[in-house]
């Protein structure tokens, strides 16, 4: 009687393939490295409150959004590197899809743009190029819907913030000594 022999890819546990580095790997690893960094030294990426528009004694710090959102995503991007690990599906990112690249690419050079921005334009202003440059981005070819997405969003998110939240945005003086007088403040 002839014995068979087993090759290593048989000796697998059934589920269970060789786990690669792929772009969606290196990412989600790229970006939990970051979100971790970042929390670590928030005080230095998080500018202190101006007066006019400031938070009072009672408000939560400037800080504490940008600690949570960074600290979340750290966490998923741990959850799924891990889930991917006990998960492997080598399938999945077998082909290179350059249309893909250059649209998240677009996406992170307007991110970029936001975050520099933000000291020379004010809020409102970067906020509402970037949104508008990412709905455009997102494939809507509608001037309208832009135009209404671009302009309304961005003051509703400064004034939630600034009111509801009492949390200091950068902000162009001219246009928070408009508000300040609009909004008794």
Sequence with gaps: MKRAETSEAEAEPVGRAKQRLTPELAIVAALLVLAGLSVAFIGAL????KVLMGRSLTAIPPNLFPRVVLSLLAALCALFLVWRSRNPDAEVFDRFNLRGWERGLALFGLMIFYAMAMQPFGFLISSAL????????AGNRKVWQIACLSLVGPPALYLLATRVLAVSLPELSAIEFAYSRLLGG
């Design 130 to 137: 970037s949104m508008a440059a990412i709905s455009w981005l």
């Design 46 to 49: 998080v500018a202190p409150p």
